[in-house]
């Protein structure tokens, strides 16, 4: 297991939907192994999902509020009571923006064995589901940002203005 390198914005991968798990094998867990050595690997991280190491799976680990695993083929349930904060992404290395995300978020999956997992939780643990969630469908926090709070993300991420990339 290695730290791998964060994929940055501009890299198709980002973008793409990630293909499901269909083989919980010794090749997934080395998967598991890298997303998570590479979380750890720097501070401040809550989580990695396989695009943003080059991977087409829909696997991503998080350390959000005292918890840590991982989740495989995940399906999110969120509540409609919301909250704003700021979000960042290593994708987009130092930029933050005031984001809009459900308070409380339900996710369904998997292990890396294939057993059923369910993680549920509020604030920043709800965030970071959400977040990683949305990288496996090749969504970014800043899809989701509206009016100048995205003119100005993009007008600073077409400027080149986010930090070089963490390895």
């Given amino acids: 297991m290695t730290m791998r ?13 990630c293909a499901p798990v269909t083989s919980f094998d010794a090749e997934l867990r080395a998967l598991v192994g890298d997303l998570m050595d590479t979380l750890l690997g720097a501070p401040g991280r809550a ?6 190491i080059g991977v087409d799976a829909q696997v991503f680990v998080y ?28 994708s987009i290395p130092g930029l933050y923006f005031p984001t809009r995300r459900a308070l409380h978020a339900t996710a369904h999956g998997f292990d890396q064995h294939g057993e059923p997992l369910t993680i549920s939780g509020s604030g920043f643990l709800a965030r970071a589901l959400q977040h990683e969630t949305d990288h496996l469908s090749g969504r970014l926090y800043v899809d989701t940002l ?5 003119r100005r993300a993009l ?7 986010f930090d070089s990339p963490s390895r």
């Avoid at 390198?5 to 939907?17: A, E, H, N």
């Avoid at 509206?146 to 995205?150: D, F, K, L, N, P």
């Avoid at 007008?155 to 203005?161: D, F, K, S, Y």
Wanted: charged content about 30%.
């Fill in 63 to 90: 350390d959000a509020d005292g918890h840590r695993g991982h989740l495989v083929n995940p399906t999110i349930e969120l509540s409609e009571e919301t909250e704003v904060d700021d979000e960042g992404c290593l």
């Fill in 47 to 52: 989580g990695v999902a396989a695009p943003q």
């Fill in 5 to 17: 390198p964060i994929r940055i914005i501009g890299d198709p991968v980002l973008r793409t939907s």
């Fill in 155 to 161: 007008r600073e991420i077409r400027a080149g203005r």
């Fill in 146 to 150: 509206t009016g100048e709070t995205r």
